[in-house]
C-alpha cells in the first residue's frame, strides 16, 4: 500500500513569489494535516482537515497561506506571497480515527527554500 | 509556550548501549504520547506509543517510561544498534477533545557508533 505521498520535494523560489505543495493521503483516510517543520524542530500543525472541511486552522497564517482538500481526498497548501522565514520542510500526514486510535502517518515532506 | 519539552538535544551511543531520552509535559489533559523516528529526508514514523493509564510500554528494543504524577516520559532504546541513528521526537496530545493534533517536542538527533 503506497504511504502519503508529496509533491515536489524540493522547491527553490525567490521571496514574494507564490508556491503550492500537493499531498495525497493513504487511501481511505478521512483525517489530513500539514504541518511546517523548520530546522532542528519538531513539526508544528498548520491546519487539519476531516474529510473536506477544515476543522482546526487556527495556526494558519491566513495573510498569507491557504489550503483545500477537494473531495476530501488530495490537498493542495499555497503560500502567496512567499517570505525568507516560511523557508522550511511541510509535512502531511494522514490518519484514519477511529475512537480514540489515531495513528498518523507522514509524507517525506516539501523541502522549501525561499532565497 | 512550548508544551512539550525534550532532552538531550543530541546523543551519542555506542553500539550495544543503552539510549534514553526524556520529555516532559505541562498540559494535564494530554492522554496520548507517541514517538517519532524520522530518518533524513523521510517523514517522522511512528515508533511506539503510551496511554497514562499505564506505567510503561514495550516493544522489541523500545520501552516507553511514563511517570503521571511528574509528568515526564522517556523512551528507552536497549542493545542501540547503528541503524538507530535518527532523530526522536516526543508528542502529546488531547485525544478526548476530538482534536488530536500531536505537539512535538524538539526532537534528539542519536547516533550510535560502531
Known amino acids: 500500500e503506497a504511504g502519503v505521498v508529496q509533491s515536489p520535494r524540493y522547491k527553490i523560489i525567490e521571496k514574494k513569489q507564490p508556491v503550492a505543495f500537493w499531498c495525497n493521503p493513504i487511501?481511505?483516510?478521512?483525517?489530513l494535516y500539514w504541518y511546517r517543520q523548520n530546522l532542528g524542530q519538531g513539526p508544528e500543525l498548520l491546519i487539519r482537515y476531516e474529510n473536506e472541511e477544515a476543522v482546526d486552522d487556527s495556526q494558519l497564517p491566513k495573510d498569507r497561506f491557504s489550503a483545500e482538500r477537494l473531495k476530501g481526498v488530495d490537498s493542495t497548501l499555497k503560500i502567496q506571497p512567499a517570505e525568507l522565514g516560511d523557508s522550511a520542510v511541510y509535512l502531511c500526514?494522514?490518519?484514519?480515527?477511529?475512537?480514540?486510535?489515531?495513528?498518523?502517518?507522514f509524507g517525506a515532506g516539501t523541502r522549501l527554500s525561499v532565497l | 509556550q512550548q508544551q512539550v519539552k525534550q532532552s538531550p538535544q543530541s546523543l551519542i551511543v555506542q553500539k550495544g548501549g543503552i539510549s534514553i531520552i526524556n520529555c516532559a509535559y505541562e498540559?494535564?489533559?494530554?492522554?496520548?504520547f507517541p514517538w517519532y523516528q524520522q530518518f533524513p529526508g523521510k517523514g517522522p514514523a511512528l515508533l511506539i506509543a503510551?496511554?497514562?493509564?499505564?506505567s510503561e510500554k514495550k516493544e522489541g528494543r523500545f520501552t516507553i517510561s511514563f511517570n503521571k504524577s511528574a509528568k515526564q516520559f522517556s523512551l528507552h532504546i536497549m542493545d542501540s544498534q547503528p541503524g538507530d541513528s535518527a532523530t526522536y521526537f516526543c508528542?502529546?496530545?488531547?485525544?478526548?477533545?476530538?482534536?488530536?493534533?500531536?505537539?512535538f517536542g524538539k526532537g534528539t538527533k542519536l547516533s550510535v557508533i560502531p
Open positions: 503510551i496511554r497514562p493509564d499505564v
Open positions: 500526514a494522514s490518519s484514519l480515527v477511529t475512537g480514540v486510535r489515531n495513528i498518523q502517518y
Open positions: 487511501s481511505g483516510h478521512n483525517t
Open positions: 508528542a502529546a496530545s488531547e485525544t478526548g477533545a476530538g482534536s488530536y493534533q500531536l505537539t
Open positions: 498540559n494535564t489533559a494530554f492522554d496520548y
